[in-house]
């Protein structure tokens, strides 16, 4: 597989055919994610774009299906279809998602969209105690299973840092902290912001290299009640 070093340069084949697609439908395409900037791996990671269209016809996103398939070959995720009264109209229903675009991007063609995008604390500070609720049950629903082995141990545990990631950035939007682009950082910092003592949230990030199953599953247990512990101060706030 090859190496993307440059996930900007590497998306401008990509950018001119949906602009040969689209034409005058077109209002912009958006880099997001890793590939924007933080923690992308030039190895694995995938280039998330965002589609801005003047509409959000079914037919008229259907064009694209050939692009799609063509740059799915290539690394390329399936991408992202909005416009611009949709992300108007959204941002009370999805704060989280839409801090996270906003908070990571590059604008490779056309309008800038998320420039003077205003997101309402409120709405946010109710998404997260849901995201963070949500996310917690799934969590004790699957540990008993993944418990007994440490690959599957191991996976959960990469699941669930990459499900919450989005809603500990969002955690530091409210408290006024600046959100590092590296998960290591973030994790550290919301231990800081949040007052989680026993570093709990970077230990399970760094269980990714060896160690043994007893172990994996203290600092699992030691995860799973930090993250109680940040439902508990969210409810309060």
């Known amino acids: 597989m090859k190496n993307i070093l440059n996930p900007v340069d590497y998306s401008k084949t990509a950018v001119e055919s949906y602009k040969l697609l689209y034409g005058k439908d077109l209002v912009s395409i958006i880099l997001y994610g890793s590939g924007a900037g933080g923690d992308f791996d030039p190895r694995k990671s995938d280039v998330n774009l965002l589609i801005v269209l003047t509409s959000m016809d079914v037919e008229l996103i259907a064009k694209s299906s050939e692009i799609q398939s063509r740059y799915l070959r290539e690394r390329f995720s399936i991408p992202l279809f909005m416009n611009k009264k949709y992300i108007e109209q959204s941002l009370d229903s999805y704060p989280v998602e839409f801090l996270n675009l906003k908070g990571c991007y590059r604008v490779l063609y056309g309008e800038d969209v998320f420039e003077s995008l205003s997101i309402e604390s409120d709405h946010l500070r109710l998404q997260i105690e ?42 530091l939007h409210i408290k006024g902290v600046e959100i590092p682009l590296k998960r290591n950082e ?52």
């Open 130 to 171: 849901r995201e963070l609720k949500g996310k917690w049950l799934h969590l004790l629903q699957e540990f008993p299973y993944a418990r007994k082995n440490r690959k599957n141990l191991l996976e959960l545990a990469r699941l669930s840092l990459k499900a919450y990631a989005p809603v500990f950035r969002a955690m």
């Open 186 to 237: 973030l994790l550290k910092e919301i231990e800081s912001a949040y007052t989680i003592s026993d570093q709990s949230l970077s230990k399970i990030s760094e269980s990714f290299t060896t160690i043994n199953l007893p172990e994996m599953e203290k600092r699992f247990v030691a995860y799973a009640k930090a993250l109680e512990s940040l439902i508990n101060t969210i409810e309060f706030q």
